[in-house]
């Protein structure tokens, strides 16, 4: 089924974040937090200024976001969990691969 949020609203699926601590500890399902990033799979037209005028969207399709943990609606869209929520509720674009921290050089 093809779908298209109203307004200033957008459809996210949840990205997974590694079930494994850096030491190697498996984390059970029930332990973990949900991610609060994913990617936008539908985005709608915009929403209105106080004029009425369309305010076109900042994010598309296939970006990779940061959102609050409370944000959304949780929906269920061809057996696929997404959540519906506002544009606002997105806090930031993710641009490229998350950098992993650097290790220390030992002194010589």
Do not use: C, Y
């Not at 974040?17 to 994913?38: L, R, V, W, Y």
């Amino acid at each position: 089924m093809k779908f298209k949020p109203l307004h200033d609203r957008v459809a996210v699926r949840r990205l997974e974040e590694d079930q494994k601590t850096s030491g190697g500890i498996i984390i059970p399902d029930t332990a973990t937090e949900k991610p609060t990033q994913g990617e936008i799979v539908a985005v709608g037209s915009g929403g209105r200024d106080e004029k009425g005028n369309l305010v076109t969207m900042e994010v598309k399709k296939g970006d990779k976001v940061l959102f609050g943990k409370w944000s959304g609606t949780e929906v269920k869209i061809d057996g696929e969990d997404l959540l519906i929520m506002k544009e606002s509720d997105i806090m930031a674009v993710l641009e490229g691969a998350a950098a992993k921290p650097k290790k220390k050089k030992k002194a010589a």
